[in-house]
């Protein structure tokens, strides 16, 4: 997290922010008026019975006037007009108005009919007929035509998985007739699951559009929800090349596994041990938690018609091999609010969040009255040409940009706007139609300009969006004019540094000092003939070069360590036991080493020199600095209280 962002967050916690909402002045800044109930607002805000530091209406509007000065100073420099502060507030705007471009009626609404659906399994049959997302409006409705021919001959009676093998192209029909078995909520894209759960048991639904085409969907079957299943397996391939010799190995090894199991051994050891499938076989054969649909039907079966948590099955044959199952746990479905959190983050991603978005944007369209004009898109159409597809297509000199395409509220959009869209949005790609292609840019860009307008509409609707704007706004500008005439100020002018300093040397003083030096000595040195060379050691005759030589054994080995310190009392507790007097200490354990402390000199109090107390220094030269830039505001934007109105404003305890 950057400065300035922790900086705007504590703005933005204490609230400071101008927003006139009566007639009342309380303060006037120069030409800048505050009113009472406004200054109410933002003081209420920050001193409420829980703040940690409360103030009197009196304290808390010196803070407030101080900050008002400093954001009038920065708008009458232009700080507010720079691209840089435009963009930086912008970027804030968009991430606070996030929450507010939804529709919290939409979400409930997804979440609510997830949980309902979750509660039921479904066993459906389809048949696709693929169509192209891009596809022309001609081929869409030749697509549909085939489909609504297709589920009429079943409607007429002939067996549908039977037309399912005859006309589907989803590539599993031929083998499974389209059956899809049981699923639930969240196994199919949104589309087909809605299709699904709104058709009849034992009817058959009209043709429904996903992003694969058409699909014709018969509902066999509902059931109440499984719930979700834990399971650990041991897996034994049987791949259909799979010869009869080695069909036949595979079978005697899921039987020998098998009888193991019945015989008392680890179900886990023996996993690790057989198991085919690698993934689970380290884990003792644990597969994550399932629900309906997401295996395939024989394992899936098998796992729930396990009565007892701990029991097993005898071996059970699949598409894949043969398994051996083991019920670990199962749970059935939640309550809603048990599910909710988990259902939500589903809703929020993938053709879930995609369908909640639309309707957003078809309620906003409603709101504000769009109408986009037809003709003046066929005519932005026809203008296309196949460089688009080159990304290279320029706007026609004959081009009419006046023409109006669409309105959203006070909004108008022309040719010209969507020209100009189309320019930048062009990519190299595979040509399709332009009618498509014009389609599908007019889409995102009437979207993008929806939210954006609906967003310029937030301080009007939401008064306390409006509040946070206005602080964030007065906070970026506050940082960048206090770092322009405080902080980095303050640090770049060291010939006014060096004079705050000498000016206020006795403000920065060191208290009684010991110089002092500490000397360890390892196991082969006698400490004691060292001791006795202290008043040598405090004239500063021996140090430690000259100490190792002379009770060091090994030349060329160091015995004797010298540290040397100047500190006040409190700051080293051996030095502090000589209680600020010159001479020597007692020995004391340093590690593996013996050490004492020699205080050789009392130094008495004297000013920190400016690198001693460089930080202390530069944060008051900043307040300082501040200070009398306050005092030139104040004359520069005479401060006018009525005290009277002060006075009324209550001041909890």
């Not at 589309?191 to 559009?209: D, I, K, L, Q």
């Not at 054969?285 to 009565?307: D, H, Q, S, V």
Request: net charge negative.
């Amino acid at each position: 997290m950057s400065i300035k962002t922790i900086f705007l967050t504590v703005i933005f916690i204490s609230g400071i922010s101008l927003m006139a909402q009566d007639e009342k002045i309380l303060v006037k800044l120069g030409d800048e008026s505050v009113t009472l109930s406004e200054f109410e607002r933002i003081y209420n805000k920050n001193n409420h019975e829980n703040s940690l530091n409360r103030q009197t209406p009196e304290e808390y509007l010196e803070l407030f006037i101080n900050f008002k000065l400093k954001v009038l100073e920065a708008e009458s420099l232009g700080m507010d007009t720079t691209q840089k502060f435009i963009n930086e507030l912008s970027t804030y705007v968009k991430q606070l108005a996030k929450p507010y471009l939804t529709d919290n009626s939409i979400r409930d609404e997804a979440v609510r009919e997830a949980y309902e659906r979750s509660k039921e399994d479904i066993h459906a049959s389809h048949i696709l007929l693929k169509l192209d997302p891009k596809a022309t409006p001609e081929d869409t409705l030749l697509t549909y035509r085939k489909a609504m021919e297709i589920r009429q001959r079943i409607i007429d009676g002939e067996p549908f998985e039977k037309v399912a093998r005859a006309t589907s192209e989803d590539a599993s029909a031929k083998r499974n007739g389209g059956n899809l078995n049981y699923f639930t909520v969240f196994s199919m894209i949104y589309p087909f699951e809605t299709a699904a759960y709104n058709t009849p048991t034992g009817e058959v639904s009209m043709p429904v559009r996903t992003s694969f085409g058409y699909h014709i969907i018969r509902v066999h079957d509902r059931r109440p929800a499984r719930g979700q299943i834990k399971v650990a397996h041991i897996f034994v391939r049987l791949p259909e090349e799979m010869g009869e010799e080695e069909k036949t190995e595979s079978w005697k090894k899921i039987n020998m596994v098998y009888d193991s199991l019945k015989a008392g051994a680890d179900f886990a050891k023996m996993a690790e041990r057989y198991s085919e499938d690698p993934a689970s076989a380290r884990t003792g054969g644990e597969m994550p938690w399932f629900g309906t649909g997401r295996m395939i039907p024989e394992f899936e079966n098998a796992c729930f018609e396990i009565e007892n948590i701990g029991d097993f099955t005898k071996p059970v044959k699949t598409y894949y091999g043969w398994h051996i199952i083991k019920l670990i746990d199962r749970k059935p479905i939640g309550t809603f609010e048990e599910m909710k959190p988990d259902l939500l983050e589903k809703t929020n991603r993938g053709d879930r969040a995609e369908h909640k978005s639309k309707l957003f944007i078809e309620k906003l369209k409603k709101d504000y009255n769009y109408k986009l004009n037809e003709e003046t898109l066929a005519y932005v159409t026809g203008q296309l040409d196949s460089a688009v597809f080159e990304g290279t297509w320029e706007i026609p000199e004959t081009y009419n940009r006046n023409l109006p395409l669409f309105s959203i509220g006070k909004k108008k959009i022309t040719a010209g706007d969507f020209a100009e869209y189309i320019t930048h949005q062009q990519t190299r790609k595979k040509a399709y139609p332009f009618q498509v292609y014009a389609d599908e840019l007019l889409r995102s860009y009437s979207e993008s300009v929806i939210l954006q307008y609906e967003e310029d509409q937030l301080p009007e609707k939401y008064p306390e969006f409006r509040y946070i704007v206005d602080e964030y706004h007065d906070g970026i500008l506050l940082f960048d004019i206090m770092d322009d005439k405080v902080w980095s100020k303050a640090v770049k002018d060291t010939t006014g540094l060096k004079k705050f300093h000498q000016a206020h040397k006795t403000d920065y003083m060191w208290g009684q000092r010991a110089d002092a030096v500490m000397i360890q000595c390892d196991s082969t040195v006698d400490i004691e003939k060292v001791r006795k060379n202290y008043k040598k050691i405090m004239k500063g005759r021996l140090d430690e070069d000259r100490l190792n030589k002379k009770f060091c054994k090994n030349d060329t080995l160091p015995c004797i360590t010298v540290k040397k310190y100047l500190l006040e009392q409190g700051e080293n507790e051996h030095i502090d036991k000589m209680n600020m007097t010159t001479g020597i200490g007692e020995n004391f354990k340093d590690g593996e080493k013996t050490a004492f402390v020699v205080v050789r000199e009392i130094r008495p109090p004297e000013p920190k020199m400016l690198n001693d107390a460089r930080g202390q220094i530069t944060s008051d030269y900043q307040n300082y600095l501040e200070q009398q830039w306050i005092k030139e505001l104040k004359e520069k934007y005479p401060v006018e209280v009525n005290k009277a109105l002060l006075s009324k404003i209550p001041f909890n305890q």
